[in-house]
């Protein structure tokens, strides 16, 4: 299941340009705020290895395209304060998990 979590203030850390995804496998480092900006993680750079808590706030939009894979580390999160667009389709899916069986998120 997929819970996100709403908060009223950000938690201070890096900003939107660390959240992109330039390259396949690409990590996204912990404590990142998405502000007045729209982040792509696209089917080309797939998979996207979340490390750590990631915010999607204020002007924030986090735009996740079809057939992406998302990867969890242990703890890690988006929470979302503003825009998630999920493009996923039956043919091609989002699919999120974790990095191991052992992990939670």
């Keep these: 299941a997929i819970v996100f979590l709403l908060l009223l203030a ?3 850390g890096c900003n939107a ?3 992109q995804c330039l390259s396949p496998g ?3 480092p912990a404590n990142i705020v998405i502000q007045d900006e729209v982040v ?3 089917l080309a750079n797939s998979p996207v290895y979340v490390m ?3 915010t999607v706030d204020r002007g924030g939009e986090l735009v996740i395209e079809a057939g992406v894979e998302v990867l969890f580390t242990n703890g890690a999160e ?3 304060n503003n825009v998630l667009r999920i493009e996923g389709t039956a043919e091609l899916p989002v699919n999120m998990s974790t990095q191991s069986p052992d992990y939670y998120w």
Aim: with cysteine.
């Design 10 to 12: 950000a938690p201070l």
């Design 78 to 80: 988006i929470l979302v």
């Design 40 to 42: 792509l993680w696209s």
């Design 52 to 54: 750590g808590h990631i």
């Design 17 to 19: 340009s660390d959240a």
């Design 26 to 28: 690409c990590s996204i």
